[in-house]
């Protein structure tokens, strides 16, 4: 933990590092120069390995400060080993120092470092702060590195591995027991993901689920909806099938005669033919010339006649629809464009005075007034926190499985967010060679029984199992889904 | 060369990818000269000789499996069912004796190793392909017909919905429809097995045997109990249109 501190800190701020924590358990208010005596030597091999070393100065030349590191941050030998290394030396390193006195008018409560003098370094990240009064009993400390602030030890957060549960996981991660899964996929069952054409909504309606699918869905704290995918887990359980003719000489000649549909192929070409002849023979009966010759008039009026036919015939059609379509187009733009149009034309109308006032309002008279609203209003969205999200992460056991085994499926879900999801729904669409366990899922939240499972089946011969949760899953808050199914 | 490369790339270089080759031409079918397809992906792949994939040959009831490679003497023998390992692209001679069901017979099908699979190290022979020779093929192999199957690694996507542990009847095609074609659609061939009543004579030639692949007999104790074997019935299993067929197939 020592060797990390130095590489956060630098060296001048480790070595404060090193004094506030082991220095102050014997000089809790002042720093004082220590003889090394053997009462001295005595003292520091009774302390921790690696927090011997007390000897520090003003004076303390560059030689001297890496001396320091060899014996207190970087060796880990044990105290009373660094004592003697030290003694073996020709000349002291550090000047002299007498036994610490407690000043009698500092307090525990006036000394910062006297809280810490009892404490161990647990964690490696630090913070600075200022102390609450860097006067005379800190001269010692102040003389190494002035104007520096002082380093104070806090804890670290805690962070979460990606392979533990509940940890963000990318949906295009593929979870196998080889990494030859993606360059062979038909040897493994797949689940999870998001395969294929994404899943997405259209209106409100959830679509592009397919089978293999594992996504969850939710609805944010201002109400929209999200679906995100979980990583996809690839179980190794390859398949066979077979196909099989069965030949002989007999069967040979089936085979050829079979050949000749070709022919039939043909047939068919020809019947396609005949109906263009019918075609052309049907267009021929307007041949109206024969009637028309019929009736003795002139050569000419046949074409008259036929063109008068064909003229009125189109021209009705065409008369009738734009009569049609104008009248009633007219009566319809009458009523209803007249609607749009008051209605646009109101709308615009309210909005531009609306507008226009509280534009006047804002730019003449309170600009300052609005802008501070907006900067109060942002520092309240800042309190709120991260929006929901929802992290899904997939494991199976075993990944390596043959037809008949069960397979044991955990989800792994996650809000990542300050605010509550809403109406979280864990959909997953099972492959066809997986066959759900009756009874064997359920959802933790918690370490409480916290959703619903149905299971309908799919178009594939599987089944989809939707898991809901029954109350909003609050920010940070992480569940467990379980469930076993049957490879097939 | 040339042709056959480009014509084998076309048709059979698409193993895990390219799974839909109906619409592919294909100049290979199952009546192709045994070991030609092998020989092919071979020559594309250039499979590695040092893996060999585990075969698991089974007779109907117990019977003696030998195998032969390019030679007119055994590699080996074993108790059926045998866990041999072999090299992918090549073509095997098996000799298949002391059938409890059929005394005094011998029958010498070809298994031609078309592809390999990939499993986790360490769990090779707990995945191997399966080469299943049932009674009625041994009948029809005795009545002077040609059994030709063709194995094929199943497309997830296109997985059936039966019983796992259920032995189906392979799909069966007409002579005159190309199973391997058929096989590449439905998944990725494996090997083809080829059972008729064709005897080795004292001039057979050592190609008869196969092709001189490595062959080496494994311990069939840890051999894949239950079978990986899901055979189709017909092409009418394949559609999928009930809803409610999670239940298992309701024939």
């Known amino acids: 933990m020592n060797n990390l501190c130095l590489h956060n800190a630098g060296r001048t701020l480790a070595l404060l590092i090193t004094v506030t924590l082991t220095g102050c358990a014997s000089f809790p208010g002042s720093y004082a120069p220590l003889e090394p005596t053997a009462a001295a030597s005595s003292e520091k091999a009774a302390g921790p390995a690696g927090t011997g070393v007390t000897r520090l100065s003003a004076g303390g030349s560059s030689h001297a400060v890496s001396a320091e590191y060899d014996t207190t941050v970087i060796s880990k030998q044990p105290a009373a080993q660094t004592v003697a290394r030290a003694e073996e030396r020709a000349e002291p390193l550090f000047p002299p120092r007498t036994p610490a006195v407690r000043p009698e008018t500092a307090t525990d409560a006036d000394n910062p470092f006297a809280a810490m003098a009892d404490q161990q370094i647990r964690q490696t990240s630090f913070e600075t702060s200022t102390p609450k009064d860097s006067g005379s009993h800190l001269a010692g400390f102040i003389a190494y590195a002035e104007n520096a602030s002082i380093s104070t030890f806090r804890e670290a957060e805690p962070r979460l591995p990606t392979s533990q549960p509940g940890a963000p996981a990318a949906a295009d991660v593929t979870v196998a027991a080889s990494p030859l899964a993606q360059a062979y996929p038909d040897e493994y069952i797949f689940d999870g993901g998001d395969r294929d054409h994404p899943v997405h909504y259209y209106g409100d309606e959830l679509q592009g689920l397919d089978t293999e699918d594992t996504v969850a869905e939710f609805r944010d704290h201002e109400g929209g909806n999200h679906v995100r995918a979980s990583n996809r887990v690839a179980v190794y359980a390859p398949r066979f099938g077979a196909v099989q003719t069965v030949s002989g000489l007999n069967m040979d000649v089936k085979v050829d005669k079979a050949a000749g549909a070709t022919d039939i192929s043909g047939l068919g070409t020809l019947e396609e033919e005949r109906g263009l002849d019918i075609s052309a023979a049907s267009s021929g009966l307007s041949g109206l010339a024969t009637r028309n010759g019929a009736s003795g008039v002139e050569t000419a009026r046949p074409v008259h006649m036929s063109e008068k036919t064909e003229t009125p015939i189109l021209a009705n059609q065409v008369d009738q629809g734009l009569e049609a379509k104008t009248s009633d187009g007219l009566g319809i733009i009458e009523t209803t464009s007249l609607h749009e149009l008051h209605v646009k034309i109101l709308e615009p109308a309210t909005g531009i005075i609306n507008t226009g006032i509280d534009t006047k309002a804002a730019t003449s008279q309170a600009t300052q007034t609005y802008s501070t609203y907006r900067l109060a209003a942002m520092v309240g969205s800042e309190k709120g926190g991260r929006k929901g999200e929802l992290h899904l992460t997939k494991e199976a056991s075993p990944l390596i499985a043959k037809p008949g085994d069960t397979i044991t499926f955990k989800i792994h879900f996650r809000n990542t967010g300050d605010y509550n999801i809403h109406d979280v729904r864990i959909i997953d669409n099972l492959t066809p060679r997986l066959i759900y366990t009756d009874g064997s899922g359920h959802v933790d939240v918690g370490n409480n029984d916290g959703g619903s499972l149905t299971v309908v089946p799919n178009r594939e011969g599987s089944q989809t199992l939707i898991f809901e949760l029954d109350r909003p899953l609050q920010g940070t808050e992480s569940g467990t889904i379980t469930f076993e199914a049957v490879v097939r | ?251």
């Open chain 2, 1 to 251: 060369m040339t042709l056959l490369t480009i014509g084998g790339l076309v048709i059979l270089s698409g193993t895990a990818d390219a799974q839909s080759g109906a619409d592919h031409y294909h100049p290979l079918s199952q009546n192709s000269p045994p070991g030609q397809a092998a020989a092919w992906l071979n020559y594309l792949r250039k499979y590695d000789p040092s893996w060999l994939q585990p075969l698991l040959i089974e007779v109907p009831g117990s019977g003696t499996v030998e195998v032969f490679s390019g030679a007119n003497h055994p590699v080996g023998a074993a108790p059926a069912p045998a866990l041999v390992a072999a090299n992918a692209g090549h073509l095997y001679r098996l000799r298949i004796s002391n059938m409890e069901q059929f005394p005094d017979v011998e029958i010498y099908p070809t298994v031609e190793l078309l592809d390999r699979l990939h499993p986790p190290a360490g769990r090779e022979n707990d995945f191997p392909i399966p080469v299943i020779l049932t009674a009625d093929d041994i009948r029809t192999a005795l009545g002077g017909q040609l059994v030709t199957r063709v194995v094929y690694l199943e497309q997830p996507q296109l997985a059936q919905v039966m019983d796992p542990l259920r032995r189906e009847i392979p799909q069966s095609m007409t002579p005159a429809e190309n199973a391997l074609k058929e096989a590449d659609r439905l998944g990725r061939p494996m090997a083809i097995l080829r059972i008729g009543g064709r005897q080795p004579s004292p001039g057979s030639p050592a190609s008869f045997y196969g092709t001189g692949g490595m062959i080496q007999f494994r311990d069939a104790a840890d051999r894949n109990e239950g079978g990986a074997v899901v055979r189709m019935k017909n092409h009418a299993v394949l559609q999928r249109t009930a809803v409610g067929a999670a239940t298992g197939p309701t024939r």
